[in-house]
T-cell receptor, first 116, second 115 residues
Framework: AQKVTQAQTEISVVEKEDVTLDCVYE???????LFWYKQPPSGELVFLIR??????QNEISGRYSWNFQKSTSSFNFTITASQVVDSAVYFC?????????????FGTGTSLTVIP | ETGVTQTPRHLVMGMTNKKSLKCEQH?????MYWYKQSAKKPLELMFV???????ENNSVPSRFSPECPNSSHLFLHLHTLQPEDSALYLC??????????????FGPGTRLTVL
């Protein structure tokens, strides 16, 4: 069965520190996609990145980087030089297309607080 | 308006009330979703509509009734709710349901409190 685990419930860091958010997934599918979303206090989930199961290259976007390792079923997210605006809940998700629709499996989220 | 919008943003209702949540997507997408987000729990998928047809109903109680009149609008009709139904209700939309690259885009949610 598909499952996404975010073991870190809450993390606090001081501004400018680097922080890594862990995501471990389970799936029997060989083809799937992984996602990260950010949920600021306003409530809206903001799409950050999509990664397919065949592409294990790390990706960097500004201060954000993602490390996908199929061997350990992990898709970790690192924020470099954190800022107060990074404070939010971050969700990792796994997509499992079926029939005519997509089933997304979300983790329980990691609440990140960046202290000024 | 751009993206996915939801109204109202906050709603307080009694257990005997009837209310509706509205979602509208301005992205030209073909699928729309309702999720429930409770504290300390993963997001729960409630309903999925592809091309206006309901394709998923994850054992949601009948006191929640979805309606999708067209690909851009999605409603969630609420009646005789329970206090445990208090949560953030999120609407999402996506372009190509069933395709691996499909990505869901979310609205800001409606914070529902049932007294």
């Amino acid at each position: 069965a598909q499952k996404v685990t975010q073991a870190q419930t809450e993390i606090s860091v001081v501004e400018k520190e680097d922080v890594t958010l862990d995501c471990v997934y389970e799936t029997r599918d060989t083809t799937y996609y992984l996602f990260w979303y950010k949920q600021p206090p306003s409530g809206e989930l903001v799409f950050l990145i999509r990664r397919n199961s065949f592409d294990e290259q790390n990706e960097i976007s500004g201060r954000y980087s993602w490390n996908f390792q199929k061997s350990t079923s992990s898709f970790n997210f690192t924020i470099t030089a954190s800022q107060v605006v990074d404070s939010a809940v971050y969700f990792c998700a796994l997509s499992d297309p079926y029939g005519g629709g997509n089933q997304f499996y979300f983790g329980t989220g990691t609440s990140l607080t960046v202290i000024p | 308006e751009t993206g996915v919008t939801q109204t109202p943003r906050h709603l307080v209702m009694g257990m005997t009330n009837k209310k509706s949540l509205k979602c509208e997507q301005h992205l030209g997408h073909n699928a729309m979703y309702w999720y429930k987000q409770s504290a300390k729990k993963p997001l729960e998928l409630m309903f999925v509509y592809n091309f206006k047809e309901q394709t998923e109903n994850n054992s949601v109680p009948s006191r929640f009734s979805p309606e999708c009149p067209n690909s851009s609008h999605l409603f969630l009709h609420l009646h005789t709710l329970q206090p445990e139904d208090s949560a953030l209700y999120l609407c999402a939309s996506s372009q190509a349901p069933g395709e691996l690259t499909d990505t869901q885009y979310f609205g800001p949610g409606t914070r529902l409190t049932v007294l």
